[in-house]
Nanobody, 124 residues
Framework: QVQLVESGGGLVQPGGSLSLSCAVS????????MGWFRQAPGKEREFVAA????????YYADSVKGRFTISRDNAKSTLYLQMNSLKPEDTAVYYC?????????????????WGQGTQVTVSS
């Protein structure tokens, strides 16, 4: 059974940084693209970032480009999201997911396995 477990969320002041991790078990993900999504209260889940299996290509939402960095360590079956210069509008539950092969990176319907989410709150 595939399991994804996010960690690293918390409360941070505006301008601060957080690093999220997503540990994957039950599946070899070195051949899958993976992504991060987020969902704020009362809003739809939205794309944040994605990374190809090798880690050579990354994709970002315009709202986080230049502030967030996605990376992965296939040997550890772990996905990461480094978040810098955080803003109150980044407050959300953050989810990691594995992507179905041959599909686009931005659409959440193209992701098959999801973690339970980790809360990120940016507030002074």
């Amino acid at each position: 059974q595939v399991q994804l477990v996010e960690s690293g969320g918390g409360l941070v002041q505006p301008g601060g940084s957080l690093s999220l991790s997503c540990a994957v078990s039950g599946r070899t993900v070195s051949s899958n693209s993976m992504g991060w999504f987020r969902q704020a209260p009362g809003k739809e889940r939205e794309f944040v970032a994605a990374i190809t299996p090798s880690g050579q290509t990354t994709y970002y939402a315009d709202s986080v480009k230049g502030r967030f960095t996605i990376s992965r360590d296939n040997a550890k079956s772990t996905l990461y999201l480094q978040m810098n210069s955080l803003k109150p509008e980044d407050t959300a539950v953050y989810y990691c997911a594995t992507k179905k092969p041959g599909t686009t990176h931005y659409f959440l319907g193209n992701y098959d396995y999801w973690g339970q989410g980790t809360q990120v709150t940016v507030s002074s």
